[in-house]
């Protein structure tokens, strides 16, 4: 996905087109890095800690509320 769709040609442009936020993976530590096998996918793995990290970003920074079953203090 970067190497095709390059995060300044799209994913900028449509943060700036639509005038909402975005979380980009590139600008956390804990969702940078990961290693998608065919350049789309994580990892089945790779896509759980993904998605840990990610649920605890929108929490976090963007104010979101889960359920209890999946708030951060219950993700290991």
Do not use: Q
């Amino acid at each position: 996905e970067i190497a095709v769709y390059p995060r300044e040609k799209y994913w900028d442009p449509l943060l700036a087109y639509t005038h909402m936020p975005g979380i980009h993976f590139e600008d956390h530590p804990e969702t940078a890095g990961f290693i998608c096998p065919e350049w789309s996918h994580l990892n089945p793995a790779d896509a759980i800690v993904f998605t840990k990290a990610f649920i605890k970003l929108l929490v976090n920074e963007k104010g979101w509320k889960f359920p209890k079953a999946i708030s951060p203090g219950n993700i290991n």
